[in-house]
């Protein structure tokens, strides 16, 4: 089993829908989540933290399910310039020890006229 | 805040020859620096940490004689790729962890170099 799992996609959407990805990690010790943006060709790019209570900026909000191991990202009233691949990323680390990132694979998002 | 920068962002050599990489932080003091490597359509994956004024530690798989890596001050890590054959062509990322941040704290990417070997 992958430590970050994402479903690869691509999901296809029109202008203003609202799309959801998820991401599952099989570490259960994992301390914190992240959610990045990854356009074509470029680094990735922080685009929210997860945080256990959820949380949202603008159009985006983040849950996390420990007991689940599952974390999600919502998008609504998709733009055009949504267009990107979203990546999954658990950190491993733990006070003390250094930062571990894990990443999943990516999810793509094509949002479309 | 919190820029990486990463040079050069595309290189093209020859089989055999030796390419570096470099990643300073900007604006910010980085103890703690990241080179991940990602291939098309997959993953970013860790190759090694490095941390200022220590050696280098490389995920299992990674040849630290190869991809050397050297940290010698706190805002510039390099990554030499030696003797650079076609498979070592791929996208190599480094990132870098402010110093006194938290573990847990995001992590900031430099640009990107794309690597190809002829």
């Known amino acids: 089993r992958k430590e970050v799992e994402q479903d690869p996609g691509p999901f296809n959407v029109p202008e203003g829908a609202t799309v959801a990805f998820n991401c599952t990690y099989s570490?259960?010790?994992?301390?914190?989540f992240f959610w990045y943006r990854q356009d074509c060709r470029k680094e990735p790019k922080l685009l929210m933290s997860v945080y256990s209570s959820g949380n949202e900026d603008g159009r985006f909000t983040a849950q996390l399910n420990r007991a689940s191991q599952y974390i999600s990202l919502l998008i609504r009233d998709s733009k055009l310039s949504d267009s990107a691949t979203y990546l999954c990323?658990?950190?491993?680390?733990?006070?003390?020890?250094?930062?571990?990132?894990?990443f999943g694979t990516g999810t793509r998002l094509q949002v479309t006229l | 805040g919190a820029v990486v920068s990463q040079h050069p962002s595309r290189v093209i050599c020859k089989s055999g020859t030796s390419v570096k990489i470099e990643c300073r932080s900007l604006?910010?003091?980085?103890?703690?620096m990241f080179w991940y490597r990602q291939f098309p359509k997959q993953s970013l994956m860790l190759m090694a940490t490095s941390n200022e004024g220590s050696k280098a530690t490389y995920e299992q798989g990674v040849e630290k004689d190869k991809f050397l890596i050297n940290h010698a001050s706190l805002t510039l890590s390099t990554l030499t790729v030696t003797s650079a054959h076609p498979e070592d062509s791929s996208f190599y990322i480094c990132?870098?962890?402010?110093?006194?941040?938290?573990?847990?704290?995001?992590?900031?990417f430099g640009n990107g170099t794309r690597l190809t070997v002829t």
């Open positions: 990323v658990v950190n491993e680390g733990r006070a003390g020890t250094a930062s571990k990132l894990t």
């Open positions: 570490n259960s010790a994992s301390q914190s």
């Open positions: 990132s870098a962890l402010q110093q006194g941040s938290s573990y847990n704290s995001p992590l900031h």
């Open positions: 604006d910010f003091q980085a103890t703690t």
